[in-house]
Protein backbone atom coordinates (compact mmCIF):
# COMPACT_ATOMS: atom_id res chain seq x y z
CA UNK A 1 0.00 0.00 0.00
CA UNK A 2 1.17 3.65 -0.86
CA UNK A 3 -0.45 6.64 0.43
CA UNK A 4 -0.19 9.76 -1.16
CA UNK A 5 -1.58 13.49 -0.55
CA UNK A 6 -2.58 16.12 -2.89
CA UNK A 7 -5.27 19.13 -3.51
CA UNK A 8 -8.96 17.87 -2.31
CA UNK A 9 -10.69 19.44 -5.02
CA UNK A 10 -13.79 17.21 -5.44
CA UNK A 11 -15.02 15.41 -1.76
CA UNK A 12 -16.67 12.34 -1.93
CA UNK A 13 -15.06 8.72 -1.39
CA UNK A 14 -14.27 5.90 -3.99
CA UNK A 15 -11.85 3.05 -4.96
CA UNK A 16 -11.85 0.68 -8.06
CA UNK A 17 -9.27 -0.22 -10.81
CA UNK A 18 -6.93 2.98 -12.04
CA UNK A 19 -7.24 3.96 -15.81
CA UNK A 20 -4.16 5.52 -16.92
CA UNK A 21 -4.57 7.92 -19.68
CA UNK A 22 -1.37 8.79 -21.25
CA UNK A 23 -1.12 12.09 -22.95
CA UNK A 24 -0.64 12.40 -26.91
CA UNK A 25 2.81 12.08 -28.00
CA UNK A 26 2.82 14.66 -31.21
CA UNK A 27 6.20 14.07 -33.38
CA UNK A 28 6.93 17.74 -34.09
CA UNK A 29 9.41 17.78 -36.91
CA UNK A 30 11.24 20.69 -37.79
CA UNK A 31 11.60 20.10 -41.55
CA UNK A 32 11.22 23.36 -43.59
CA UNK A 33 8.73 23.29 -46.13
CA UNK A 34 8.20 23.91 -49.77
CA UNK A 35 4.69 23.87 -50.62
CA UNK A 36 3.53 26.56 -48.73
CA UNK A 37 -0.17 26.39 -49.68
CA UNK A 38 -0.42 23.04 -48.73
CA UNK A 39 0.62 23.80 -45.27
CA UNK A 40 -1.75 26.80 -44.79
CA UNK A 41 -4.77 24.79 -46.62
CA UNK A 42 -3.68 21.92 -43.68
CA UNK A 43 -3.72 24.46 -40.76
CA UNK A 44 -7.51 25.74 -42.20
CA UNK A 45 -8.46 21.90 -42.17
CA UNK A 46 -7.03 21.25 -38.99
CA UNK A 47 -9.01 24.52 -37.47
CA UNK A 48 -12.45 23.68 -39.11
CA UNK A 49 -12.30 19.98 -37.75
CA UNK A 50 -10.94 21.37 -34.28
CA UNK A 51 -14.00 23.51 -34.08
CA UNK A 52 -16.85 20.68 -35.57
CA UNK A 53 -14.94 18.70 -32.59
CA UNK A 54 -15.35 21.21 -30.12
CA UNK A 55 -18.84 21.73 -30.68
CA UNK A 56 -19.95 18.07 -30.18
CA UNK A 57 -18.23 18.35 -26.75
CA UNK A 58 -19.97 21.46 -25.95
CA UNK A 59 -22.95 19.64 -26.37
CA UNK A 60 -22.29 16.90 -24.21
CA UNK A 61 -21.14 19.28 -21.66
CA UNK A 62 -24.47 21.09 -22.25
CA UNK A 63 -26.11 17.47 -21.90
CA UNK A 64 -23.86 16.59 -18.33
CA UNK A 65 -23.19 19.57 -16.91
CA UNK A 66 -25.03 22.78 -17.85
CA UNK A 67 -24.75 25.67 -19.79
CA UNK A 68 -22.81 27.71 -17.53
CA UNK A 69 -20.16 24.44 -18.01
CA UNK A 70 -20.74 24.36 -21.30
CA UNK A 71 -19.15 27.67 -22.14
CA UNK A 72 -15.90 26.59 -21.16
CA UNK A 73 -15.95 25.48 -24.97
CA UNK A 74 -17.27 28.12 -26.25
CA UNK A 75 -13.61 29.86 -25.13
CA UNK A 76 -12.12 26.91 -26.50
CA UNK A 77 -13.88 27.39 -29.90
CA UNK A 78 -13.16 31.47 -29.52
CA UNK A 79 -9.12 30.18 -29.02
CA UNK A 80 -9.34 28.27 -32.32
CA UNK A 81 -11.01 30.52 -34.65
CA UNK A 82 -8.60 33.46 -33.11
CA UNK A 83 -7.95 35.64 -36.54
CA UNK A 84 -4.51 36.47 -34.50
CA UNK A 85 -3.44 32.97 -34.16
CA UNK A 86 -4.53 31.80 -37.45
CA UNK A 87 -2.24 34.68 -38.73
CA UNK A 88 0.36 34.01 -36.40
CA UNK A 89 0.42 30.84 -37.82
CA UNK A 90 0.38 31.85 -41.59
CA UNK A 91 3.44 33.88 -40.82
CA UNK A 92 5.35 31.54 -39.57
CA UNK A 93 4.76 29.06 -42.34
CA UNK A 94 5.39 32.09 -45.49
CA UNK A 95 8.55 33.55 -43.75
CA UNK A 96 10.39 31.21 -41.96
CA UNK A 97 8.59 28.21 -43.63
CA UNK A 98 7.65 26.04 -40.74
CA UNK A 99 5.47 22.97 -41.27
CA UNK A 100 2.08 23.55 -40.22
CA UNK A 101 2.32 21.61 -37.22
CA UNK A 102 5.27 23.21 -35.67
CA UNK A 103 4.02 26.88 -36.52
CA UNK A 104 1.09 25.96 -34.72
CA UNK A 105 3.26 24.22 -32.04
CA UNK A 106 4.73 27.25 -31.51
CA UNK A 107 2.69 29.84 -31.58
CA UNK A 108 -0.03 27.79 -28.86
CA UNK A 109 2.65 27.36 -26.88
CA UNK A 110 3.82 31.33 -26.77
CA UNK A 111 0.10 31.90 -25.55
CA UNK A 112 0.28 29.25 -23.04
CA UNK A 113 3.54 30.10 -21.79
CA UNK A 114 2.42 34.10 -21.58
CA UNK A 115 -0.86 32.82 -19.12
CA UNK A 116 1.53 30.85 -17.44
CA UNK A 117 3.67 33.44 -16.39
CA UNK A 118 1.03 35.58 -14.72
CA UNK A 119 0.50 35.80 -10.68
CA UNK A 120 -2.79 35.52 -10.16
CA UNK A 121 -4.52 31.65 -10.34
CA UNK A 122 -7.12 31.76 -12.43
CA UNK A 123 -5.12 33.16 -16.20
CA UNK A 124 -2.39 30.22 -14.93
CA UNK A 125 -5.42 28.06 -15.00
CA UNK A 126 -6.20 29.42 -18.58
CA UNK A 127 -3.07 27.74 -20.05
CA UNK A 128 -4.07 25.13 -19.89
CA UNK A 129 -7.64 25.77 -22.58
CA UNK A 130 -5.05 26.73 -24.81
CA UNK A 131 -2.97 23.70 -24.60
CA UNK A 132 -6.40 21.41 -24.90
CA UNK A 133 -7.14 23.46 -27.89
CA UNK A 134 -3.70 23.23 -29.16
CA UNK A 135 -3.38 19.34 -28.57
CA UNK A 136 -6.79 18.92 -30.46
CA UNK A 137 -4.91 20.81 -33.53
CA UNK A 138 -2.13 18.75 -33.41
CA UNK A 139 -4.32 15.27 -33.15
CA UNK A 140 -5.90 16.60 -36.80
CA UNK A 141 -3.04 17.67 -38.33
CA UNK A 142 -0.74 14.63 -37.40
CA UNK A 143 -4.09 12.32 -37.51
CA UNK A 144 -3.20 10.97 -33.91
CA UNK A 145 -6.14 10.08 -31.81
CA UNK A 146 -6.49 11.68 -28.46
CA UNK A 147 -7.43 9.32 -25.83
CA UNK A 148 -10.56 7.89 -26.15
CA UNK A 149 -12.25 8.54 -22.44
CA UNK A 150 -15.41 8.15 -24.06
CA UNK A 151 -15.27 4.36 -24.51
CA UNK A 152 -14.64 3.57 -21.30
CA UNK A 153 -16.93 0.86 -19.81
CA UNK A 154 -16.14 -0.42 -16.40
CA UNK A 155 -15.85 1.14 -12.75
CA UNK A 156 -12.22 3.29 -13.27
CA UNK A 157 -10.55 5.76 -10.91
CA UNK A 158 -8.68 8.12 -13.89
CA UNK A 159 -5.26 8.77 -13.74
CA UNK A 160 -4.10 11.08 -15.49
CA UNK A 161 -0.70 14.31 -15.51
CA UNK A 162 -3.60 16.55 -15.96
CA UNK A 163 -7.28 16.37 -17.20
CA UNK A 164 -8.25 18.87 -19.93
CA UNK A 165 -11.83 20.78 -19.68
CA UNK A 166 -12.39 18.76 -22.82
CA UNK A 167 -11.28 15.08 -21.08
CA UNK A 168 -13.43 16.32 -18.25
CA UNK A 169 -16.61 16.79 -19.58
CA UNK A 170 -16.41 13.65 -21.67
CA UNK A 171 -16.16 11.36 -18.06
CA UNK A 172 -18.79 9.36 -17.62
CA UNK A 173 -20.06 9.32 -13.74
CA UNK A 174 -21.26 5.97 -14.05
CA UNK A 175 -17.97 4.27 -14.78
CA UNK A 176 -15.60 6.88 -13.77
CA UNK A 177 -15.39 6.84 -9.75
CA UNK A 178 -12.75 9.79 -9.39
CA UNK A 179 -9.53 10.57 -10.60
CA UNK A 180 -6.34 11.67 -9.80
CA UNK A 181 -3.83 14.17 -11.17
CA UNK A 182 -0.21 15.66 -11.45
CA UNK A 183 -1.27 18.65 -11.79
CA UNK A 184 -4.01 21.47 -11.23
CA UNK A 185 -5.64 23.39 -8.15
CA UNK A 186 -8.82 23.59 -6.93
CA UNK A 187 -9.89 26.44 -9.07
CA UNK A 188 -8.91 24.41 -12.45
CA UNK A 189 -12.07 23.63 -14.64
CA UNK A 190 -11.18 20.30 -14.36
CA UNK A 191 -12.09 20.74 -10.52
CA UNK A 192 -14.62 22.83 -10.84
CA UNK A 193 -16.23 20.47 -13.25
CA UNK A 194 -15.64 17.39 -10.97
CA UNK A 195 -17.88 19.76 -8.48
CA UNK A 196 -20.26 19.52 -10.70
CA UNK A 197 -20.60 15.92 -11.70
CA UNK A 198 -20.31 14.93 -7.97
CA UNK A 199 -17.08 13.09 -9.20
CA UNK A 200 -14.63 12.64 -6.66
CA UNK A 201 -11.16 14.26 -7.46
CA UNK A 202 -7.81 14.68 -6.05
CA UNK A 203 -4.83 16.70 -8.00
CA UNK A 204 -1.49 18.11 -7.84
CA UNK A 205 -0.31 14.90 -6.38
CA UNK A 206 2.82 15.51 -8.59
CA UNK A 207 4.22 11.81 -9.78
CA UNK A 208 1.05 9.83 -9.23
CA UNK A 209 1.48 8.71 -13.00
CA UNK A 210 5.13 7.07 -12.35
CA UNK A 211 3.55 5.45 -9.12
CA UNK A 212 0.48 3.79 -10.52
CA UNK A 213 -0.12 0.78 -13.07
CA UNK A 214 -3.08 0.30 -15.02
CA UNK A 215 -5.82 -2.02 -12.84
CA UNK A 216 -4.35 -1.30 -9.43
CA UNK A 217 -6.76 -0.74 -7.63
CA UNK A 218 -6.38 3.04 -6.19
CA UNK A 219 -8.66 4.52 -3.18
CA UNK A 220 -9.42 8.44 -2.96
CA UNK A 221 -10.86 10.71 -0.54
CA UNK A 222 -11.63 13.82 -2.55
CA UNK A 223 -12.28 15.95 0.70
CA UNK A 224 -8.99 15.06 2.56
CA UNK A 225 -7.01 14.84 -0.74
CA UNK A 226 -5.84 10.97 0.24
CA UNK A 227 -4.93 8.77 -2.38
CA UNK A 228 -3.96 5.25 -1.04
CA UNK A 229 -2.53 2.81 -4.02
CA UNK A 230 -3.28 -0.91 -3.46
CA UNK A 231 -5.36 -0.33 -0.09
CA UNK A 232 -4.75 -2.86 2.82
CA UNK A 233 -7.45 -2.66 3.86
CA UNK A 234 -10.98 -2.32 1.39
CA UNK A 235 -13.35 -2.53 4.53
CA UNK A 236 -12.24 0.53 5.87
CA UNK A 237 -12.39 2.42 2.76
CA UNK A 238 -16.27 0.85 2.35
CA UNK A 239 -17.17 1.99 5.72
CA UNK A 240 -15.77 5.50 5.13
CA UNK A 241 -17.84 5.43 1.93
CA UNK A 242 -20.76 4.56 3.53
CA UNK A 243 -20.41 7.28 6.30
CA UNK A 244 -19.84 9.87 3.52
CA UNK A 245 -22.55 8.59 1.65
CA UNK A 246 -24.82 8.90 4.54
CA UNK A 247 -23.52 12.46 5.99
CA UNK A 248 -24.47 13.51 2.56
CA UNK A 249 -27.79 12.63 2.32
CA UNK A 250 -28.18 14.19 6.28
CA UNK A 251 -27.05 17.10 5.59
CA UNK A 252 -29.58 17.24 2.69
CA UNK A 253 -31.94 17.74 5.55
CA UNK A 254 -30.49 21.31 6.41
CA UNK A 255 -30.95 22.84 3.11
CA UNK A 256 -34.43 24.43 4.04
CA UNK A 257 -33.55 24.77 7.66
CA UNK A 258 -32.46 27.88 9.41
CA UNK A 259 -29.19 27.93 10.93
CA UNK A 260 -30.87 27.89 14.84
CA UNK A 261 -28.78 27.14 17.76
CA UNK A 262 -30.70 24.41 19.96
CA UNK A 263 -31.81 27.14 22.57
CA UNK A 264 -33.96 29.38 19.66
CA UNK A 265 -30.13 31.91 18.12
CA UNK A 266 -30.53 32.23 14.75
CA UNK A 267 -27.98 33.57 12.02
CA UNK A 268 -27.79 33.74 8.59
CA UNK A 269 -24.78 31.51 6.76
CA UNK A 270 -24.54 32.70 2.91
CA UNK A 271 -22.76 32.05 0.12
CA UNK A 272 -19.35 33.53 -1.18
CA UNK A 273 -19.40 33.89 -5.18
CA UNK A 274 -17.04 35.17 -7.20
CA UNK A 275 -19.27 34.98 -10.88
CA UNK A 276 -23.00 35.05 -11.42
CA UNK A 277 -23.36 32.12 -12.57
CA UNK A 278 -22.32 30.77 -8.76
CA UNK A 279 -25.89 32.16 -7.82
CA UNK A 280 -27.25 29.83 -9.87
CA UNK A 281 -28.12 26.48 -7.56
CA UNK A 282 -27.53 27.90 -4.06
CA UNK A 283 -31.14 27.25 -2.86
CA UNK A 284 -29.84 23.78 -3.44
CA UNK A 285 -27.15 24.52 -0.92
CA UNK A 286 -28.95 25.79 1.66
CA UNK A 287 -27.31 29.61 1.24
CA UNK A 288 -29.76 32.49 3.04
CA UNK A 289 -27.77 34.64 0.48
CA UNK A 290 -24.87 35.78 -0.87
CA UNK A 291 -23.06 37.26 1.57
CA UNK A 292 -19.76 38.09 -0.42
CA UNK A 293 -19.76 38.38 -4.40
CA UNK A 294 -16.11 39.12 -5.43
CA UNK A 295 -16.78 41.30 -8.17
CA UNK A 296 -13.07 41.68 -8.97
CA UNK A 297 -13.72 38.03 -10.99
CA UNK A 298 -15.72 40.04 -13.69
CA UNK A 299 -12.50 42.63 -14.41
CA UNK A 300 -9.93 39.58 -14.47
CA UNK A 301 -12.33 37.83 -16.96
CA UNK A 302 -12.84 40.60 -19.25
CA UNK A 303 -10.45 42.23 -21.73
CA UNK A 304 -10.93 45.52 -21.08
CA UNK A 305 -12.68 47.74 -18.05
CA UNK A 306 -16.25 46.66 -17.88
CA UNK A 307 -18.50 49.00 -19.07
CA UNK A 308 -21.78 50.19 -17.08
CA UNK A 309 -24.39 47.46 -18.95
CA UNK A 310 -21.91 44.30 -18.66
CA UNK A 311 -21.84 45.17 -15.13
CA UNK A 312 -25.26 45.84 -14.62
CA UNK A 313 -26.21 42.34 -16.41
CA UNK A 314 -23.97 40.70 -14.06
CA UNK A 315 -25.31 42.34 -10.54
CA UNK A 316 -28.92 41.58 -12.20
CA UNK A 317 -29.02 38.32 -12.92
CA UNK A 318 -27.42 36.99 -9.09
CA UNK A 319 -30.06 39.69 -7.31
CA UNK A 320 -32.67 37.93 -9.48
CA UNK A 321 -31.40 34.74 -8.13
CA UNK A 322 -32.02 36.00 -4.69
CA UNK A 323 -35.06 37.99 -4.43
CA UNK A 324 -35.90 37.23 -0.94
CA UNK A 325 -32.13 37.59 0.42
CA UNK A 326 -29.40 40.13 0.73
CA UNK A 327 -27.14 40.25 -1.88
CA UNK A 328 -23.69 41.48 -1.17
CA UNK A 329 -21.47 42.65 -3.64
CA UNK A 330 -18.48 44.06 -2.94
CA UNK A 331 -16.56 46.81 -5.31
CA UNK A 332 -13.04 46.43 -6.73
CA UNK A 333 -10.67 44.37 -5.05
CA UNK A 334 -7.50 44.12 -7.25
CA UNK A 335 -4.04 44.26 -6.70
CA UNK A 336 -2.18 42.37 -4.12
CA UNK A 337 -2.22 39.01 -5.72
CA UNK A 338 -5.29 39.95 -8.04
CA UNK A 339 -3.90 41.50 -11.58
CA UNK A 340 -5.76 42.59 -14.94
CA UNK A 341 -4.73 41.64 -18.40
CA UNK A 342 -5.31 45.20 -19.65
CA UNK A 343 -4.10 47.42 -16.89
CA UNK A 344 -0.17 47.27 -15.68
CA UNK A 345 0.15 48.01 -12.52
CA UNK A 346 3.91 49.64 -11.08
CA UNK A 347 6.38 48.06 -9.58
CA UNK A 348 5.71 47.88 -5.54
CA UNK A 349 7.87 46.45 -2.85
CA UNK A 350 4.83 45.52 -1.10
CA UNK A 351 2.09 44.56 -3.34
CA UNK A 352 -0.17 43.73 -0.51
CA UNK A 353 0.28 46.50 1.42
CA UNK A 354 0.10 48.71 -1.68
CA UNK A 355 -2.28 50.07 -3.95
CA UNK A 356 -4.88 48.31 -4.37
CA UNK A 357 -8.96 47.69 -3.84
CA UNK A 358 -10.37 51.38 -2.32
CA UNK A 359 -7.20 52.84 -2.84
CA UNK A 360 -7.34 52.33 -6.60
CA UNK A 361 -10.82 52.93 -6.98
CA UNK A 362 -10.83 56.36 -4.57
CA UNK A 363 -7.93 57.42 -6.88
CA UNK A 364 -9.57 56.07 -10.66
CA UNK A 365 -12.95 57.63 -9.80
CA UNK A 366 -14.06 57.03 -13.20
CA UNK A 367 -13.82 53.31 -12.32
CA UNK A 368 -15.60 53.49 -9.20
CA UNK A 369 -18.89 55.62 -10.35
CA UNK A 370 -19.26 52.93 -13.27
CA UNK A 371 -19.38 50.33 -11.10
CA UNK A 372 -21.48 51.90 -8.50
CA UNK A 373 -24.00 53.25 -10.74
CA UNK A 374 -24.16 49.47 -12.78
CA UNK A 375 -24.51 48.54 -9.06
CA UNK A 376 -27.71 51.22 -8.07
CA UNK A 377 -29.14 50.45 -11.64
CA UNK A 378 -29.48 46.61 -11.00
CA UNK A 379 -30.50 47.58 -7.31
CA UNK A 380 -34.10 47.54 -8.13
CA UNK A 381 -33.66 43.74 -8.58
CA UNK A 382 -33.44 42.64 -5.25
CA UNK A 383 -32.13 43.35 -1.83
CA UNK A 384 -28.60 44.84 -2.52
CA UNK A 385 -25.95 45.49 -0.09
CA UNK A 386 -22.74 47.33 -1.50
CA UNK A 387 -19.40 46.56 0.19
CA UNK A 388 -16.30 48.27 0.32
CA UNK A 389 -13.11 45.98 0.74
CA UNK A 390 -9.68 47.34 2.63
CA UNK A 391 -10.90 49.72 4.15
CA UNK A 392 -8.26 51.35 6.73
CA UNK A 393 -9.55 54.85 7.85
CA UNK A 394 -12.67 56.95 8.27
CA UNK A 395 -11.40 59.52 5.62
CA UNK A 396 -11.61 56.68 2.84
CA UNK A 397 -15.41 55.33 4.21
CA UNK A 398 -17.05 58.83 4.27
CA UNK A 399 -15.65 59.71 0.58
CA UNK A 400 -16.22 56.36 -0.95
CA UNK A 401 -19.63 57.01 0.52
CA UNK A 402 -19.73 60.57 -0.52
CA UNK A 403 -18.99 59.29 -4.11
CA UNK A 404 -21.82 56.88 -4.19
CA UNK A 405 -24.14 59.84 -3.30
CA UNK A 406 -22.67 61.47 -5.98
CA UNK A 407 -23.99 58.57 -8.50
CA UNK A 408 -27.11 58.22 -6.84
CA UNK A 409 -27.61 62.30 -7.54
CA UNK A 410 -26.97 62.02 -11.38
CA UNK A 411 -28.95 58.67 -11.89
CA UNK A 412 -32.22 60.99 -10.35
CA UNK A 413 -31.05 63.24 -12.57
CA UNK A 414 -31.06 60.81 -15.72
CA UNK A 415 -34.46 59.78 -13.73
CA UNK A 416 -32.65 56.22 -13.74
CA UNK A 417 -34.39 54.23 -10.97
CA UNK A 418 -32.82 52.63 -8.11
CA UNK A 419 -34.23 50.89 -4.86
CA UNK A 420 -33.89 53.51 -1.78
CA UNK A 421 -32.90 50.88 0.67
CA UNK A 422 -29.50 49.77 -0.77
CA UNK A 423 -27.41 48.60 2.70
CA UNK A 424 -23.77 50.16 3.21
CA UNK A 425 -20.81 48.40 4.38
CA UNK A 426 -17.63 47.71 4.50
CA UNK A 427 -15.29 44.74 5.26
CA UNK A 428 -12.91 44.79 8.37
CA UNK A 429 -9.85 43.22 7.26
CA UNK A 430 -7.47 45.92 8.64
CA UNK A 431 -6.30 45.94 11.97
CA UNK A 432 -6.48 50.05 11.89
CA UNK A 433 -10.49 49.14 11.55
CA UNK A 434 -11.11 46.53 14.05
CA UNK A 435 -9.40 48.55 16.31
CA UNK A 436 -12.21 51.70 16.17
CA UNK A 437 -14.85 49.55 14.53
CA UNK A 438 -17.77 51.56 16.77
CA UNK A 439 -16.71 54.39 14.86
CA UNK A 440 -16.40 53.23 11.61
CA UNK A 441 -20.25 51.32 12.49
CA UNK A 442 -21.76 54.63 12.89
CA UNK A 443 -21.42 55.37 9.49
CA UNK A 444 -22.79 51.73 7.73
CA UNK A 445 -25.58 49.28 7.88
CA UNK A 446 -23.44 46.43 7.98
CA UNK A 447 -19.98 45.16 8.45
CA UNK A 448 -18.40 42.17 6.98
CA UNK A 449 -14.95 40.72 8.91
CA UNK A 450 -12.78 39.52 6.25
CA UNK A 451 -10.35 37.06 7.55
CA UNK A 452 -7.98 35.97 5.11
CA UNK A 453 -6.93 39.51 5.01
CA UNK A 454 -6.94 40.45 9.02
CA UNK A 455 -5.42 37.29 9.50
CA UNK A 456 -2.26 38.17 7.16
CA UNK A 457 -2.11 41.87 8.70
CA UNK A 458 -2.49 41.00 12.15
CA UNK A 459 0.38 38.56 12.38
CA UNK A 460 2.47 40.43 9.02
CA UNK A 461 2.23 37.12 7.39
CA UNK A 462 2.01 36.71 3.60
CA UNK A 463 -1.36 34.69 3.28
CA UNK A 464 0.25 32.94 0.17
CA UNK A 465 3.90 32.34 1.23
CA UNK A 466 3.80 28.23 2.15
CA UNK A 467 6.94 28.94 3.94
CA UNK A 468 5.39 31.06 6.80
CA UNK A 469 1.91 29.25 6.54
CA UNK A 470 2.56 28.19 10.29
CA UNK A 471 2.30 31.78 11.75
CA UNK A 472 -1.16 32.23 9.81
CA UNK A 473 -3.37 31.00 12.53
CA UNK A 474 -7.37 31.86 12.88
CA UNK A 475 -7.87 30.35 16.25
CA UNK A 476 -5.00 33.06 17.81
CA UNK A 477 -6.67 34.51 20.89
CA UNK A 478 -5.23 38.03 19.38
CA UNK A 479 -6.90 37.86 16.17
CA UNK A 480 -10.40 36.91 18.41
CA UNK A 481 -9.61 39.45 20.26
CA UNK A 482 -10.17 41.55 16.95
CA UNK A 483 -12.99 39.52 16.26
CA UNK A 484 -14.45 40.78 19.65
CA UNK A 485 -13.91 44.26 19.29
CA UNK A 486 -15.65 44.44 15.69
CA UNK A 487 -18.41 42.70 17.06
CA UNK A 488 -18.51 44.90 20.28
CA UNK A 489 -18.02 48.06 17.68
CA UNK A 490 -20.98 47.27 15.46
CA UNK A 491 -23.68 46.12 18.11
CA UNK A 492 -22.54 49.86 20.23
CA UNK A 493 -24.54 51.11 16.46
CA UNK A 494 -26.57 48.11 15.94
CA UNK A 495 -25.07 47.20 13.03
CA UNK A 496 -25.09 43.44 11.61
CA UNK A 497 -21.65 42.31 11.56
CA UNK A 498 -20.92 39.36 9.46
CA UNK A 499 -17.78 37.22 8.53
CA UNK A 500 -17.16 36.51 4.80
CA UNK A 501 -13.12 34.74 5.26
CA UNK A 502 -12.11 31.09 5.37
CA UNK A 503 -12.35 31.07 8.83
CA UNK A 504 -16.32 31.57 8.68
CA UNK A 505 -16.53 28.33 7.12
CA UNK A 506 -14.13 26.30 9.84
CA UNK A 507 -15.94 24.02 12.17
CA UNK A 508 -13.25 24.57 14.33
CA UNK A 509 -14.11 28.29 14.79
CA UNK A 510 -17.54 28.95 13.95
CA UNK A 511 -18.45 27.78 18.30
CA UNK A 512 -16.47 30.64 19.41
CA UNK A 513 -17.56 32.69 16.63
CA UNK A 514 -21.21 32.23 17.61
CA UNK A 515 -20.32 33.52 21.31
CA UNK A 516 -17.49 36.27 20.48
CA UNK A 517 -18.97 39.78 22.05
CA UNK A 518 -21.75 37.35 23.50
CA UNK A 519 -24.15 38.60 20.84
CA UNK A 520 -21.63 36.67 18.42
CA UNK A 521 -21.78 37.15 14.35
CA UNK A 522 -25.27 37.73 12.80
CA UNK A 523 -24.35 36.15 9.85
CA UNK A 524 -21.62 33.40 8.52
CA UNK A 525 -20.43 33.62 4.83
CA UNK A 526 -18.48 30.54 3.16
CA UNK A 527 -17.86 28.73 -0.13
CA UNK A 528 -21.27 27.01 -0.93
CA UNK A 529 -20.29 23.44 -0.53
CA UNK A 530 -19.19 24.36 3.07
CA UNK A 531 -22.97 25.68 4.02
CA UNK A 532 -24.78 22.63 4.81
CA UNK A 533 -21.77 21.17 7.22
CA UNK A 534 -21.97 24.76 8.99
CA UNK A 535 -25.83 24.89 9.23
CA UNK A 536 -25.52 21.44 10.84
CA UNK A 537 -23.18 22.58 13.33
CA UNK A 538 -25.02 25.45 14.47
CA UNK A 539 -27.94 23.72 14.83
CA UNK A 540 -26.94 21.43 17.29
CA UNK A 541 -24.69 24.21 19.56
CA UNK A 542 -26.48 25.79 22.47
CA UNK A 543 -25.74 29.57 21.81
CA UNK A 544 -25.17 30.14 25.55
CA UNK A 545 -22.38 27.47 25.76
CA UNK A 546 -20.74 29.06 22.66
CA UNK A 547 -20.21 33.05 24.51
CA UNK A 548 -18.80 30.78 27.57
CA UNK A 549 -16.27 28.55 25.08
CA UNK A 550 -15.84 32.49 23.61
CA UNK A 551 -14.70 34.05 26.64
CA UNK A 552 -12.50 30.97 27.78
CA UNK A 553 -10.58 30.92 24.47
CA UNK A 554 -10.29 35.12 24.67
CA UNK A 555 -8.43 33.97 28.20
CA UNK A 556 -5.90 31.60 26.77
CA UNK A 557 -2.39 32.90 24.83
CA UNK A 558 -1.77 30.79 21.58
CA UNK A 559 -3.97 29.29 18.87
CA UNK A 560 -3.25 25.39 19.97
CA UNK A 561 -4.64 26.20 23.28
CA UNK A 562 -8.01 27.49 21.80
CA UNK A 563 -7.89 24.35 19.41
CA UNK A 564 -7.47 21.71 21.53
CA UNK A 565 -10.14 23.86 23.99
CA UNK A 566 -12.86 23.52 20.85
CA UNK A 567 -11.90 20.23 19.71
CA UNK A 568 -12.33 19.48 23.36
CA UNK A 569 -15.59 20.97 23.24
CA UNK A 570 -17.21 19.50 20.18
CA UNK A 571 -15.73 15.99 21.31
CA UNK A 572 -17.77 16.29 24.63
CA UNK A 573 -20.80 17.19 21.82
CA UNK A 574 -20.27 13.88 19.60
CA UNK A 575 -20.07 16.62 16.74
CA UNK A 576 -16.86 15.53 15.52
C1 LIG B 1 -10.84 38.30 3.10
O1 LIG B 1 -9.83 39.00 3.03
O2 LIG B 1 -11.11 37.59 4.09
C2 LIG B 1 -11.77 38.24 1.97
C3 LIG B 1 -12.94 37.64 2.08
O3 LIG B 1 -11.39 38.81 0.82
P1 LIG B 1 -10.38 38.16 -0.24
O4 LIG B 1 -10.09 36.75 0.20
O5 LIG B 1 -11.06 38.24 -1.54
O6 LIG B 1 -9.20 39.07 -0.10
MG1 LIG C 1 -9.61 40.53 1.48
Excluded at 86 to 103: H, R, V
Excluded at 148 to 173: C, F, G, Q, R, Y
Excluded at 179 to 196: D, K, L, P, Q, Y
Excluded at 520 to 542: E, H, Q
Aim: aromatic share 8%; charged share 25%.
Amino acid sequence: MKQLKGIGASSGINYAKAFIIEPPIFQILEDKIKDIDFEIKKVNESIKSTISQLEVIKNIAFERLGEDKASIFDAHIQIAQDPEIKSQIEELIKIENYNSASATNLVFNNMSEMFSSMDDAYFKERASDVIDVKNRMLSNLLNIKLPDIMSINSDVIIVAHDLSPSETAMLNKKFVKGFVTNIGGRTSHAAIMARTMEIPAVLGLNNITDIVKNDQIVAIDGSAGIVEINPNNIKEWEDRKRIFEKEKIELKKYVDKKATTLDNHTVLVEANIGKPSDSDNLNQYGADGVGLYRSEFLYMEASNWPDIDNQFNAYKYVLEKQPNNLVIVRTLDIGGDKKLPYYTFEHEDNPFLGYRAIRLTLDKVDIFKTQLKALLKASKYGKLGIMFPMICTIDELLKAKEILEKCKNELETEKIEFSKDIKVGMMIEIPSAALIADKFAKYVDFFSIGTNDLIQYTFAVDRMSPKISHLYQPNNPSLLKAIELTILGAKKHNVSVAMCGEMAGDIMSIPILLGLGEKGLDAFSMSSSSILRAKKLICNLKHKECIELAKKALELETAQQVNDLVSNFLKSKKLI
